[in-house]
């Protein structure tokens, strides 16, 4: 009797310690889900008030202009907001949406853009968490083609090699390390890290 005693005395402590621990890897999962919900908030004001400050200023000297933005805008808007809430999403998807951000920016700047997306088809089917691309974008052109006069040219690549998926997110612009300061705070590259 005292065996069994201890056994069940021993087996609760080891199944209370064990419950402890998963209760703890749930919340440091839940913290991790809120934290990069916060990182998604952070980013997505901030390239809908860009985008709708760019319609605005083409409204009254070019109206089919600001309509075009605004149509691109919305094909982005619907195809983005089921990613931006879930955890992971396939590149494919994250390709799509900085597609049509890149189409945006090329309204906005017309000739003075262009760019090209390459991925390979099991780069595409990875999963990645959603805006994950988007920032590093948005400072290739801000950064590199927004400060010079000559057109530029955005490179987005993807591809697994040795089972690691790989990013490239490439301009030919003006870069970083130009002569003019640099408008930013790094949260973008913050918040992708």
């Known amino acids: 009797?005292?065996?069994?005693?201890?056994?069940?005395?021993?087996?609760?402590?080891?199944?209370?310690?064990?419950?402890?621990?998963?209760?703890?890897?749930?919340?440091?999962?839940?913290?991790?889900?809120?934290?990069?919900?916060?990182?998604?908030?952070?980013?997505?004001?901030?390239?809908?008030?860009?985008?709708?400050?760019n319609v605005r200023s083409l409204i009254d000297f070019a109206p089919r202009e600001a309509g075009e933005m605004l149509d691109a805008f919305t094909e982005h808007l619907r195809a983005s907001l089921t990613s931006m809430r879930a955890e992971l999403v396939p590149l494919d998807q994250e390709l799509a949406l900085v597609g049509h951000y890149l189409r945006l920016m090329q309204l906005r700047m017309g000739e003075r853009l262009?760019?090209?997306?390459?991925?390979?088809?099991?780069?595409?089917?990875?999963?990645?968490?959603?805006?994950?691309?988007?920032p590093l974008v948005e400072n290739a052109i801000r950064h590199g083609l927004e400060r010079?006069?000559?057109?530029?040219?955005?490179?987005?690549?993807?591809?697994?090699?040795?089972?690691?998926?790989?990013?490239?997110?490439?301009?030919?612009g003006i870069g970083l390390n130009a002569a003019q300061p640099s408008k930013g705070s790094g949260v973008a590259t913050q918040n992708v890290r």
């Open 1 to 53: 009797l005292s065996v069994a005693m201890t056994s069940v005395f021993v087996s609760a402590i080891f199944g209370w310690a064990a419950w402890q621990e998963w209760h703890e890897e749930q919340l440091k999962r839940r913290s991790k889900e809120a934290e990069l919900k916060l990182l998604q908030a952070q980013i997505e004001p901030h390239y809908l008030f860009n985008t709708l400050a």
């Open 114 to 134: 262009t760019f090209s997306i390459e991925a390979t088809a099991d780069a595409r089917a990875a999963l990645v968490p959603p805006l994950l691309l988007q």
């Open 148 to 172: 010079q006069v000559e057109p530029g040219n955005v490179q987005v690549a993807a591809r697994v090699v040795a089972g690691q998926l790989h990013l490239c997110v490439q301009d030919d």
